[in-house]
């Protein structure tokens, strides 16, 4: 499911986009897919906060 909100366009080449996006299980009462990445990210945040821990992120060295 593409999440919209993280629509860029490139920079050196403004013609083209990106877009992110959520796995999503076409059927069935849960939408979430457990090895989705994002899925995995918000999981962390969301068990994370109410235990007052923070996340340090950190730019890749390679700019990838």
Same mark, same amino acid.
Do not use: D, H, W
């Given at each position: 499911m593409p999440d919209l909100k993280s629509l860029r366009t490139f920079t050196l080449e403004p013609r083209y986009a990106y877009v992110m996006g959520n796995f999503e299980e076409k059927?069935?009462?849960?939408?979430? @897919? +457990?090895?989705?990445p994002r899925?995995?990210?918000?999981?962390? @945040?969301?068990? +994370?906060?109410? &235990?007052?821990?923070? &996340?340090? @992120?950190?730019?890749?060295?390679?700019?990838?």
């Open positions: 059927e069935g009462p849960v939408k979430e @897919v +457990a090895f989705c899925t995995i990210l918000q999981r962390i @945040v969301r068990y +994370a906060s109410p &235990l007052e821990l923070s &996340l340090n @992120v950190k730019k890749s060295e390679r700019g990838t």
